[in-house]
Nanobody, 116 residues
Framework: QVQLVESGGGLVQAGGSLRVSCAVSGIIFSINVMGWYRQAPGKQRELVAGITSGGRTSYADSVKGRFTISRDNAKNTVYLQMNSLKPEDTAVYYC??????????WGQGTQVTVSS
């Protein structure tokens, strides 16, 4: 059974930092891309950052220079370090994994709330 367990969300003041993690288990195929998405109330889910198995990263323009995505392939874990947080970063953050043969999996989401 595939499981994506997210942790690390919470409440932080504007300008603060949080790190969210997503540990993946149960996938028997190779994991290609790992990524973080977010969805704020009343808005569509959007891509925040992604990282390939080779370590290539990409970021939404709104988080460039503030967020850093990384992964530990040995642990099948992806991280999102979020610095200089703004109230507009408030959302539920979801991790997503794209594995071989087109399989995709989502985490359950973790709430990040940034107070002004």
């Amino acid at each position: 059974q595939v499981q994506l367990v997210e942790s690390g969300g919470g409440l932080v003041q504007a300008g603060g930092s949080l790190r969210v993690s997503c540990a993946v288990s149960g996938i028997i195929f190779s994991i290609n891309v790992m990524g973080w998405y977010r969805q704020a109330p009343g808005k569509q889910r959007e891509l925040v950052a992604g990282i390939t198995s080779g370590g290539r990263t990409s970021y939404a323009d709104s988080v460039k220079g503030r967020f850093t995505i990384s992964r530990d392939n040995a642990k099948n874990t992806v991280y999102l370090q979020m610095n200089s947080l703004k109230p507009e970063d408030t959302a539920v953050y979801y991790c997503k994994v794209a594995a071989a043969f087109g399989y995709e999996y989502w985490g359950q989401g973790t709430q990040v709330t940034v107070s002004s």
